[in-house]
T-cell receptor
Framework: KAGVTQTPRYLIKTRGQQVTLSCSPI?????VSWYQQTPGQGLQFLFE???????NKGNFPGRFSGRQFSNSRSEMNVSTLELGDSALYLC?????????????FGSGTQLSVL | AQTVTQSQPEMSVQEAETVTLSCTYD???????LFWYKQPPSRQMILVIR??????QNATENRFSVNFQKAAKSFSLKISDSQLGDTAMYFC??????????FGKGTKLSVK
């Protein structure tokens, strides 16, 4: 079974641009969540989607948005990029609806904002 | 609000020895789950072990085991017979109900 796939692996953008990151979950997984990882703030939750609906949202500005498609693939978008958005963005998928299930992570997208 | 604290930024251990990574957490929820994740240089977060708070028995996965002290809100990870491949960042995390994962700052483990 293929794991969680995130594309692209690396991305370089300039301030003010926007970016879209993609995540394909493990087949059969309907929940997809996104995390931002930085050296200073550590791992922070962005949002979670389940069956195309945003179920949970972290404390990030409205420039960060996401969506989930009917095949459970998810995208997250960051508009008007700032230097502080440079981070590793991790996507995770899980099978069950109830909390406590295992989250399977992708290898992340490393975003650099210049 | 949930918090997870890892007080050891870095640790090192000799191959074949045992090492224990510390983690404390705080939550007001009665139903929650605790996790240890490993992040090697490849950056992929790998689940090492999971503990359900309502279970008294400590979880074990091969060389990895936890010491779950619910009253003290402590959740330490013991790695036995350490191997070079165990070198990684280790994150402790908690999750309540349908909420998101709350991660600690991580412990960088070096196996020499």
């Amino acid at each position: 079974k293929a794991g969680v796939t995130q594309t692209p692996r690396y991305l370089i953008k300039t301030r003010g641009q926007q970016v879209t990151l993609s995540c394909s979950p493990i087949s059969g997984h309907r929940s997809v969540s996104w995390y931002q990882q930085t050296p200073g703030q550590g791992l922070q939750f962005l949002f979670e989607y389940f069956s195309e609906t945003q179920r949970n949202k972290g404390n990030f500005p409205g420039r960060f948005s996401g969506r989930q498609f009917s095949n459970s693939r998810s995208e997250m978008n960051v508009s008007t990029l700032e230097l502080g958005d440079s981070a590793l963005y991790l996507c995770a998928s899980s099978l069950d609806e109830v909390g406590g299930e295992k989250l399977f992570f992708g290898s992340g997208t490393q975003l650099s904002v210049l | 609000a949930q918090t997870v604290t890892q007080s050891q930024p870095e640790m090192s251990v000799q191959e074949a020895e045992t090492v224990t990574l510390s983690c404390t957490y705080d939550t007001s929820e009665s139903n929650y789950y605790l996790f240890w994740y490993k992040q090697p240089p490849s950056r992929q977060m790998i689940l090492v072990i999971r503990q359900e708070a309502y279970k008294q028995q400590n979880a074990t996965e091969n060389r990895f085991s936890v010491n779950f002290q619910k009253a003290a809100k402590s959740f330490s990870l013991k790695i036995s017979d350490s191997q070079l491949g165990d070198t990684a960042m280790y994150f402790c995390a908690s999750r309540s109900g349908g909420g998101n994962l709350i991660f600690g700052k991580g412990t960088k483990l070096s196996v020499k």
